[in-house]
C-alpha cells in the first residue's frame, strides 16, 4: 500500500485537464474525482452510515465550526476522534471553521491571531484562530486538516479581498507548523474572490511554503456572478502543482463538477443532495423535479426510472410525495437517499466517460441538461 | 394452508388464561401475542419498512382517519391499496376512524348515521359514519378492519357512557353488513367505559350478530385511573369466546401487555416506541431512560448492552445523545430502531416464556421493573 498522502493519477484526460486520480489517506484510498457528502454534525442529515457505505463513499467532510459547538471536543477526544464517535470508517475531511465563523456568527472581532465571535446557537463568546482551528482537527482526527482561512463574501473590495489574502496567507504558515494528528494531511486554500492577481499571489505563496498536501479553491460561489466561477476554477487550477490533489470547495452543481474536473479539478463537497432533499427537489440523468408537485399524485413511477437506490426500487413518487406532503421523516430520507446515490452515479459516470475517452460528450451532455439558463 | 381468518390456538398457558396462536390473514399468518407498530400515515414514524421486515414484523396498523384525509382515498384507490401504496407485503389492520372523529376532531355534531365533523389538518366539514368507514377500509384495502365505534374518553357519565354504548352497536350491525375487500376480517368492538355492566351487554350484543372474525377491547387506558384498566380487561375478555383472537386497543405498556395476555389478550397495538424515541426514551429489558440526559454525554455504552439491533451495534449513547441534542434525524431513527427491536423482542421472550411454562416469571418480572409505582 503506497504511503499516506500519495496521490497517484491513473489517467490524464488527452481532450481536457480531467484526470483520475487516487489519493491514499490513513483511513484508505479515496478514488479522484470525488464527491465528499457533508456531514456537519458527525452524520450527513437523515443518513445512516450503512447507506453511504452501500454507496461505496470513500470520504466525508465534518464541520470543524459546528462540532466544536456541539458536542465540543471534550467529547470527541473522549471517544477518541471523529471516526469513532460516528462509527465511520473510511476517510473524513474536515473544513477549518472559517467560511462558519464569517458566514454564521455575529459580532465578530478580527485579530491578527483569529476571529472572536459569538456561537450561533447560544451567543457564547469564542475565539478561533489557525492554531485553535488545527488543535480541534487534530482532535477530530480527521485524515485531511484544510487550513483556517478567511472567505470574503462576494461583493466585496478588491482592499478587503486583499486583507483577506493577507491573513489566509499569514494563518495558513501558522497552521502549517501545529501538531498534527496521526498521518493527518493538510491542504492550503487559494483565496482572493474575483481579483486574479490576488489568487495567483495567494498560490504562489502558499505553495512557497512547501508545506501542504493538497490544494483547495475556496471563495468560490459565494455570491459572485455565474459567469465568473468557471475563469476563476481555470485560472487557480493553472497555477496548482499537477501532482497535488485540487479541491474546489462547496460547489456540487453536476454541471460545474464536470466542467472543473475539465479544468483539473479532483475533490467536491456540498450539501445539495441532502438538503435540496428536505424540500422534495430530486436529482435525476435527465435533470431535477419536485417531487412535493401536485402533478406526482397519482404516478406510480418511481423518483428516476432505471434507478437502483432503495427508494426507487421499492415506491412510487405518488408514495414519496405523499410522506413529504405530511412531513414524514420517512420521505426525506427517501429522497436523500436517491439524490445521494444520483451523485455517486453521477461521478461514477463522469469517471467512466474520462477513462472511455468521452468525457467531451458527458460535458456536453451535463451542461445540457444541467447547465446555466443561456444568456438572453 | 388455513383458511383467511382461521385462528390456530397452538398452546394455552395452564396457570393463565394466556395462549399463543396464529392468525391467518390474506397477507400471511400473524403469531399471536403479537404487538402491532402503529404506521398511522402510511409509514412507521422514522422507519421504512426493509427495518420492520427486519425484525419480522408481520402486521402493522394504518390510521384510517389520517390516511382518508391525506393522501385521500383517491390515491390509495388509484395505487390498489394500502398494502402496495406503502410496499408493505405483510398484514395490515386498520381502525375505523372513530377513535380520531371523537378524539381529533373540532365541532362535531352526531346524527344516527355518524359524525360530522372538521378535519384536523385544514378545517374542512366532513362526515364519517359506519358505511364511510367500512367504505374507506374497503379501499385501504387492509386484512383486519375495524368497525367504526364511539370511544368516549374518561370520565364520563353512565349515561353517556351507555348511549356510547347504544350507538356502538347499532354501528356494529351496519359494519356488519357492508362490502368488504377480498379476505377483509372484520373485528367488533367492546366499549363500554369504567362500566362492567355496559361492557357485558356491549360483548354479548356484538356475538349475537355472529358477523366477526375477532373482538376488540376499546375504551381502555383513556383516561380512567390505573388501578380500573385490568380489571375491565379481564372482565371484558372473560366474555369473548375463546376461539377468536382478542385486541386490546391502543395499549402498550410492558406490563399492562404482558398481564393482559395473562387474562387472554392476543393483540396489541401502540404508538410508545416510536413516539418515545422521538424523545429520547430507550426501552430496555432493565426500564426505560433518557438517552438525552447529560449523564450520558461520554457514554460508550450502546443504549442497550447485548442488543442486537442495528443502533447498538454501531452507536454509543454519547452519539446517539449528541444527534437527538442537535436535532439529527438520524438520532430519531437510532432510538426507533432499537426501541422497535426492544419491543419484539419483549414479545418473542414472553412468547418463548408461555411455552416453556415460564410466563408466571416473566410477568412478575416484567411488573417488577416496568410496572405501575407501588401505591403509598
Redesign the interface.
Known amino acids: 500500500m503506497p504511503g499516506i498522502g500519495t496521490f497517484e493519477i491513473t489517467y490524464e484526460d488527452p481532450h481536457s485537464k480531467a484526470r483520475l486520480g487516487r489519493l491514499w489517506t490513513a483511513h484508505g484510498p479515496v478514488d479522484t474525482p470525488v464527491f465528499m457528502p457533508v456531514g456537519t ?3 450527513v ?6 447507506e453511504l457505505e452501500a454507496e461505496d463513499c470513500q470520504i466525508l467532510l465534518g464541520n470543524t465550526y459546528h462540532l466544536n459547538v ?2 465540543g471536543m ?2 470527541i477526544e ?2 477518541g476522534g471523529l471516526h469513532r ?3 465511520w470508517k473510511s476517510a473524513i475531511l474536515t473544513d477549518s471553521g472559517g467560511y462558519q465563523v464569517f458566514s454564521l456568527t455575529k459580532l465578530r472581532q478580527m485579530t491578527s491571531e483569529g476571529v472572536w465571535f459569538q456561537s450561533h446557537v447560544d451567543g457564547t463568546r469564542m475565539f478561533m484562530g489557525p492554531k485553535e482551528s488545527m488543535g480541534i482537527q487534530r482532535i477530530l482526527g480527521s485524515d485531511i486538516a484544510m487550513v483556517f482561512d478567511e472567505c470574503p463574501p462576494c461583493p466585496c473590495t478588491p482592499e478587503y479581498a486583499c486583507q483577506a489574502v493577507e491573513r489566509t496567507l499569514s494563518w495558513a504558515a501558522v497552521c502549517a507548523e501545529q501538531p498534527r494528528a496521526q498521518g493527518q494531511l493538510v491542504f492550503g486554500i487559494v483565496q482572493g474572490g474575483v481579483y486574479p492577481q490576488l489568487r495567483e499571489r495567494c498560490a504562489k505563496e502558499l505553495l512557497a511554503l512547501g508545506a501542504f498536501d493538497g490544494y483547495a479553491i475556496g471563495g468560490v460561489s459565494v455570491g459572485e456572478p455565474e459567469e465568473l466561477i468557471m475563469p476563476g476554477v481555470h485560472m487557480t487550477v493553472d497555477i496548482l502543482p499537477r501532482e497535488r490533489p485540487r479541491y474546489l470547495m462547496g460547489v456540487g452543481q453536476w454541471w460545474q463538477m464536470s466542467e472543473s474536473v475539465a479544468a483539473g479539478v479532483d475533490m467536491f463537497d456540498c450539501v445539495m443532495p441532502t438538503r435540496l432533499a428536505r424540500h422534495g427537489t430530486v436529482f435525476t440523468r435527465n435533470g431535477k423535479y419536485s417531487v412535493r408537485a401536485a402533478g406526482n ?2 404516478d ?1 413511477r418511481p423518483l428516476e426510472e432505471g434507478c437502483s437506490c ?1 427508494a426507487c426500487r ?3 413518487r ?2 414519496i410525495r ?2 413529504l ?2 412531513s ?3 420521505g ?3 429522497t436523500a437517499l436517491h439524490n445521494m446515490h444520483a451523485y455517486f452515479d453521477f461521478i461514477s459516470r463522469m469517471r467512466a466517460s474520462i477513462r472511455e475517452d468521452r468525457f467531451g460528450e458527458f460535458r456536453a451532455e451535463t451542461a445540457r441538461v444541467y447547465g446555466p439558463a443561456p444568456a438572453e
Open positions: 454534525q458527525a452524520t442529515k437523515s443518513m445512516a452510515p450503512w456541539r458536542p471534550d467529547v473522549h471517544f464517535f460516528q462509527d399524485r397519482l406510480e432503495m421499492r415506491f412510487s405518488g408514495y405523499h410522506l406532503n405530511v414524514e421523516i420517512l426525506v430520507r427517501l
